[in-house]
Nanobody
Framework: QVQLVESGGGLVQAGGSLRLSCAAS????????WTWFRQAPGKEREYVAG???????EYASSVKGRFTISRDNAKNRLYLEMTNLKPEDTAVYYC??????????WGQGTQVTVSS
């Protein structure tokens, strides 16, 4: 079993920055793909950014150039550096891990609120 815990969310003014972290623990044998999603009130969960093993980071068009995804394999941590935040970035941010055994794990989410 794998546990994911997100942290780093909070309230920030438009134009500000936040750094989200996702810590993975448990029986992690391999990570195929590690991704950030977000869900705003009344909306469906949407893809934000991902970093596949051996691949390049990928971003949704709405965050490209403002967000940076990275991972620390030694610490089993995933990060999302968010800059120039906008009110429309307000959402609960989730990390998702796809393991080498094709299991999908989700964290509990961390709230990001951007005020105008």
């Amino acid at each position: 079993q794998v546990q994911l815990v997100e942290s780093g969310g909070g309230l920030v003014q438009a134009g500000g920055s936040l750094r989200l972290s996702c810590a993975a623990s448990g029986s992690i044998f391999s990570i195929v793909d590690w991704t950030w999603f977000r869900q705003a009130p009344g909306k469906e969960r949407e893809y934000v950014a991902g970093i596949p093993v051996g691949g390049n980071p990928e971003y949704a068009s709405s965050v490209k150039g403002r967000f940076t995804i990275s991972r620390d394999n030694a610490k089993n941590r995933l990060y999302l550096e968010m800059t120039n935040l906008k009110p429309e970035d307000t959402a609960v941010y989730y990390c998702r891990l796809l393991s080498g055994t094709s299991n999908v794990y989700w964290g509990q989410g961390t709230q990001v609120t951007v005020s105008s």
